[in-house]
């Protein structure tokens, strides 16, 4: 029986994996991240604190659970913070990663690592594997650090680079539409920045080619979003139209309006066809996305 250990359980990425392996038998897996109890503690499923930032548990951990793959969901993501905690994200982000690496290497196990489109510039989207990074922010250099750590380890390795990943979970951090739903629900207005361009992803395609990953033996790098290219004023308009929310109170900005922390990559995206040939991913629109996470809005009583 191959056994996973996942990093980050009790964010949205883990959440969705911890779901979508809960129903296969064949598979032992052990549910960890830095807080002290699971979401899911009542589907009796294994669960133990770690911080991945912590050497010695992590060497502890890893050599008594012995997993076949490590995939790692723990990661410092809110971009303005980590360019003001730079010590902070630089442990999580990058430390940890390498502290995974080391262990991995004593029992033989592979690493999933999840990364950013924001360790690219913004200047010539959409991104091809092979593309040249090229980080403005801290948060984005924190993140190809941890890649280049896993690029010259001696371990197999697989590293899925994603794009504002959106989706339903318990206490998760607000995601971009859900915060667009809330604010909107509230009856708030909201300015939402029109030349920041991407393609959202939906935590389920993310987690789709993450267990596909594992289950082909797969290694390198793969780019993993929505099948659809759009600014965050339009993603925040079709958060509006699924969840039949007013659309006028979202107003339109730009970037240097914000007077934001950390710099953006403006126009990013990403050239899919190595995940959909080789993982057959099928990425989701967004308002396929959306539709999805108002089913699982409204299945926790949320709406």
């Not at 994996?17 to 296969?24: D, G, N, P, R, Y």
């Not at 200047?123 to 890649?147: C, F, H, I, Q, V």
């Amino acid at each position: 029986m191959k056994r996973i250990l996942i990093c980050g359980a009790n964010g949205l990425l883990g959440q969705r994996l911890a779901l979508m392996l809960s129903s296969q038998t064949e598979y032992e897996v052990l549910h960890t991240s830095h807080h002290r109890s699971f979401v899911f503690d009542n589907r009796l499923l294994d669960y133990t604190q770690l911080d991945i930032t912590r050497k010695s548990d992590v060497k502890s951990l890893v050599s008594s659970f012995h997993p076949d793959v490590i995939m790692n969901a723990a990661a410092a993501t809110n971009v303005d913070w980590c360019e003001t905690h730079r010590e902070e994200a630089w442990k999580v982000n990058v430390v940890g990663v390498e502290h995974l690496i080391e262990a991995a290497r004593k029992v033989g196990a592979r690493l999933i690592h999840v990364s950013t489109d924001y360790v690219f510039d913004g200047k010539s989207g959409p991104y091809k594997e092979d593309d040249r990074p090229n980080p403005l922010s801290y948060y984005g250099k924190s993140k190809l650090a941890a890649e280049n750590a896993l690029r010259i380890s001696d371990i197999p390795y697989a590293i899925v680079r994603t794009i504002v990943v959106y989706g339903a979970g318990i206490n998760v951090k607000e995601n971009f539409p859900l915060w667009v739903f809330n604010s909107l629900r509230a009856g708030k207005r909201i300015r939402c920045v029109e030349d920041q361009i991407s393609n959202p992803t939906s935590v389920n395609d993310l987690a789709f080619a993450v267990l596909k990953i594992f289950e082909l033996n797969k290694t390198g790098i793969y780019h993993v979003c929505g099948s659809e290219r759009l600014s965050r004023y339009e993603f925040a308009r079709r958060v509006a139209e699924v969840f039949e929310l007013d659309p006028e109170l979202i107003e339109r900005a730009r970037t240097s309006d914000l007077q934001q922390i950390a710099p953006r990559p403006m126009v990013t995206g990403f050239i899919t066809l190595k995940a959909e040939s080789e993982l057959h991913l099928k990425p989701m629109d967004t308002r396929q996305g959306l539709t999805l996470m108002k089913r699982e809005l409204h299945s926790t009583r949320k709406l």
